[in-house]
């Protein structure tokens, strides 16, 4: 697997805006990283060929399509779970956007959208069908002041970290 090291400069401005706007076109791509279309689109197919671009998608409202409901899911897992089943499992239920295995008591946390708290026990239900759950902890979402919707990519805008003890 490649590493980010290997992106030039261009690549990574590149990959932001793609980011920020995936229909941008590959003038107004050019535009931005002083290069012709056709540069541009050579750069973007490579960068989609080596990975770094798994997909281009549209951002939905959820709220606007009926889905009120937020809530992250800690599901916590038997001594004798299956995982790859385990995942596909958990994956077809439409509710699910994101599974991730974590460090703790529990083994996944799941992401979860639907369009109300009774759909929400109906998800928890069938949920706790998936053979390997042993039982689960839910956390409804009440709001969200923030969400990135991608990957930090400028290192330069990150602020700088503070070891502990460190001099102010």
Do not use: C, W
């Amino acid at each position: 697997m490649e590493s980010f090291a290997e992106l030039d400069p261009l690549d990574m401005r590149l990959l932001e805006a793609l980011q920020r706007n995936a229909r941008s076109t590959f003038a107004d791509l050019g535009a931005l990283v002083g290069l012709k279309p056709p540069a541009v689109h050579e750069r973007v197919k490579r960068l989609e060929q080596r990975g770094y671009i798994r997909g281009y998608a549209a951002r939905l409202d959820p709220k606007r399509l009926g889905i009120e409901l937020a809530a992250f899911v800690s599901a916590y897992t038997t001594a004798d779970v299956e995982y790859e089943r385990f995942h596909a499992a958990v994956a077809r239920l439409p509710e699910v956007t994101e599974i991730h295995s974590v460090a703790g008591d529990e083994s996944f946390v799941l992401k979860v959208m639907t369009r109300s708290t009774a759909h929400l026990d109906d998800f928890l239900t069938r949920l706790k069908a998936v053979p390997g759950i042993a039982r689960t902890r839910t956390t409804i979402v009440l709001s969200t002041p923030f969400e990135r919707g991608g990957v930090a990519l400028d290192a330069d805008a990150a602020p700088p970290l503070r070891l502990a003890g460190a001099a102010r």
